[in-house]
């Protein structure tokens, strides 16, 4: 079986699309599967690194007021549409997956032409504008939450849920916090915004740590995104908070299922990907949705798990320091609300997207 994926642009559509690869070829190790993206995305850098050959098609997004990049845009369609059709050709690929982001859409559009099996994974629960018009045409639908569900046709279309890595699921929360030599008595926050990092998140963060500056039961990491790493490092250390026991400020980490299983709070944006974690991990949230993400669909990711109760959702206009301290504040002296808050969140995860999204292949591969 040969299969290409359209994985690109950010990593909410790469990992997934990753996630979909490393099942398949559990599943069936003969397989042969190569991915496509474009150089303007950050896949070109990521895909390299998990062994997977990838091709490029010239591609790029619409910027939101029109300008020349718009134009290079409409013309990236018509090369996009022609660097499709030779990579089908070349490769005569018995599936085409994309996970969304415009390099999907040229090559998805193509392969339904030539009746190529297509399957697409949407990870929000608001759909990607390439999504919601690739519904129309591909043979399999696989969304990650049911809010997702009435924007595509019901002939095809079915609940996956995000592809998470197991080490998600694997969490033993006493060895995490002894690891981090956490004592029962402090209460841990872990505030991440993205591997690019969240501004308003980081600057209302700062309140935070400073009121916590004499406070050893409260323990804070806090991972600003590489590119506000040394601004926000500058500012704390400006609060004369380095070196401290337990205030950590870090660009990013490797392990954020280990910080997260030994949390007691996640303060966090709202993609797709940040969302199935904290699921995964069932840690209680105030969540912070980009306010810039097409179509505002981090705030429909957001209510997924406040809506019920697992988490509380704070506007990016409405976040300030004294709003976030009075929030984590209140709900870490609530042990019992933060208890069910984490139950909820729990509740919600998907566990099998994988397997999910595998039986569906398999279905195809049969007709």
């Given amino acids: 079986m040969k299969v290409l994926i359209a994985a690109g642009g950010t990593g909410g559509h790469i990992y997934p699309g990753l996630a979909i690869a490393e099942k398949i070829k559990t599943e069936n190790p003969g397989a042969e ?3 496509i993206g474009s150089l303007v ?46 990579i089908i050709a070349k490769h005569q690929p018995d599936l085409v997956i994309g996970t969304g982001g415009f390099t999907a859409g040229p090559l998805l559009l193509i392969a339904s032409r030539r009746k190529i099996k297509t399957m697409i994974h949407e990870q929000n629960a608001y759909p990607g504008k390439t999504n919601l018009m690739l519904g129309k045409r591909v043979d399999r639908i696989a969304i990650s939450f049911n809010e997702a569900k009435q924007y595509f046709p019901g002939e095809g279309t079915f609940l996956a849920g995000n592809p998470v890595r197991a080490e998600y699921y694997q969490i033993n929360r006493c060895e995490l916090r ?3 030599n956490l004592s029962d008595a402090q209460k841990m926050v872990l505030i991440m915004g993205g591997s690019q990092g969240a501004g308003s998140i980081n600057q209302s963060a700062l309140s935070l740590i400073a009121s916590y500056q004499n406070r050893e039961d409260r323990v804070i990491y806090h991972l600003t995104g590489k590119d506000q790493y040394q601004l926000i490092k500058k500012e704390v250390q400006n609060l004369g908070l380095f070196p401290s026991g337990h205030i950590f400020v870090e660009a990013y980490s490797n392990e954020v299922h280990r910080l997260l299983g030994a949390a007691d ?20 949230s105030i969540l912070v949705p980009y ?11 957001a209510r997924v798990i406040t809506d019920p109760g697992g988490g509380v959702l704070i506007k990016d206009k409405d ?24 139950q ?3 509740a919600l995860s998907i566990n099998n997207a994988g397997d999910r999204i595998y039986d569906e292949i398999k279905k195809l591969m049969e007709n």
């Fill in 178 to 180: 002894k690891h981090l």
């Fill in 265 to 284: 709070l996640v303060i966090s944006r709202s993609g797709a990907m940040s969302v199935a974690e904290i699921q995964a991990v069932g840690v209680p």
């Fill in 41 to 86: 995305g950050m896949e070109k850098n990521i895909i390299p690194q998990y062994g997977y050959p990838i091709e490029y098609i010239r591609v790029r997004g619409f910027e939101r007021k029109a300008s020349l990049e718009t134009l290079a845009a409409i013309k990236g369609i018509f090369d996009g549409l022609s660097d499709a059709k030779k």
């Fill in 319 to 342: 976040l300030t320091g004294a709003l976030l301290i009075q929030t984590v504040e209140t709900l870490l002296d609530d042990e019992k609300k933060s208890q069910t808050m984490g």
């Fill in 33 to 35: 599967i190569i991915f």
């Fill in 291 to 301: 306010p810039m993400a097409a179509g505002n669909h981090q705030e429909f990711n």
């Fill in 344 to 346: 909820i969140t729990k």
